[in-house]
């Protein structure tokens, strides 16, 4: 059964298209559209889960998150405070020849998370990545390669500060 918190029943946008699993809870002033959600996940206040986005099983959205087109993350993924993805490599309002961008003048480029990764409050992602399994993204870190499974990183661009196995310095 899918929980909705119910002092915040009345600002919640959640599309008939939604899939949701069994003992998903979402709070209030979320927007949920075209996504899947596995189950026993958590979907905190003010988050954006846009259509084409795979929630896998056992994860935790926290408040203030956007999850756009394309990003799939897998089992057991924690997503902090204020994350935001990215899905467009060169993003334009208008096209070349002067007007308004539709979905057919861009290309959606992926992002996967593998399951068990961690993701630091604040912290942007952009599109065309992997994070590998159990790999912890420090808080405020820009994301703009592929980070090995088991690593840590953090900074503006993320880079590996170490792996999981070794000792802290």
Known sequence: MTRIEPESQAFRQIAPDVKLGRGVLIYGFTNLYGCEIGDDSKIGTFVEIQKGAHIGARCKISSHTFICQGVVLEDEVFVGHNVTFINDLYPRSTSGEGKLQTEADWQCVPT?????????????????????????IGAGSVVTRDVPADAIVAGNPARVLRMLSQPRP
């Open 112 to 136: 996967r998370v593998q399951r068990g990764a961690s993701i630091g409050s604040g912290s942007t992602l952009l599109c065309g990545i992997t994070v590998g399994a159990r790999a912890v």
